[in-house]
């Protein structure tokens, strides 16, 4: 019993260990950019060693791709908690949208995902944490639209790859300082350009 609850104690205490290294590492990489942020401040900031923060993460770049997962898993949440199944199939596409850029303006998140992210983990690697988070929930979305109606079917991967671009094309212009509507009303006319009017049908939908 005794070990079990020390197992649980060390278990514990890993995690948190962990869980400090990425929130000091994402204020730190925000603040100042990945470049400019060494390992040493990293841990200082955790208050942990840099040897603790080696025994988590094998370097700052591992760091670093532990936050922007983190970040990508908090944005696809909130889109999900956004379009729930029960909504039609555009309806979902919308309000995931307009959950996605929503959650785009958590300071220093579109940094992170859209321009240090590719830069430093390169494009593939980026795609795949997409296509575990977000390019997800816009692909489940995008097969429920089509399954809604009969009149289009496009190649999916092309069609989410290239939806997803005009979302963070949305979020990078949004950050720059552009105004939101403009854009909403583009990335509406895209989904509504899929079948305007042949996806009402309910059933389940995501979305980016």
């Known amino acids: 019993m005794q070990q079990e609850s020390t197992r649980r104690t060390n278990r514990d205490r890993t995690e948190a260990t962990r869980t400090d290294l990425i929130a000091a590492a994402r204020k730190l990489f925000t603040e100042k950019s990945y470049a400019e942020t060494g390992t040493p401040e990293i841990?200082?900031?955790?208050?942990?060693t840099r040897g603790a923060l080696y025994h988590h993460f094998a370097d700052k770049q591992a760091l670093f791709a532990a936050v922007v997962e983190q970040e990508a898993a908090a944005v696809a949440g909130e889109i999900e908690c956004?379009?729930?199944?029960?909504?039609?199939?555009?309806d979902a596409l919308i309000a995931g949208s307009d959950a996605y850029l929503a959650a785009m303006r958590a300071p220093g998140r579109t940094r992170l995902l859209l321009l240090d992210g590719p830069a430093v983990l390169g494009r593939a690697a980026m795609d795949?944490?997409?296509?575990?988070?977000?390019n997800r929930s816009l692909r489940e979305?995008?097969?429920?639209?089509?399954?809604?109606?009969?009149?289009?079917?496009?190649?999916?991967?092309a069609l989410t790859a290239l939806l997803a671009a005009a979302f963070d094309r949305a979020a990078l212009a949004?950050?720059?300082?552009a105004e939101t509507a403009p854009y909403r009303e583009v990335l509406v006319a895209l989904i509504d350009g899929l079948s305007p009017?042949?996806?009402?049908?309910?059933?389940?939908a995501r979305t980016r």
């Open 197 to 204: 009017t042949h996806l009402q049908a309910p059933g389940p």
């Open 174 to 177: 949004i950050e720059a300082g």
């Open 43 to 48: 841990a200082a900031a955790a208050g942990v």
């Open 128 to 134: 795949e944490i997409d296509n575990r988070h977000g």
């Open 141 to 157: 979305g995008l097969v429920a639209a089509m399954r809604a109606q009969t009149t289009v079917r496009l190649p999916l991967e």
């Open 82 to 90: 956004a379009s729930p199944p029960s909504l039609f199939a555009r």
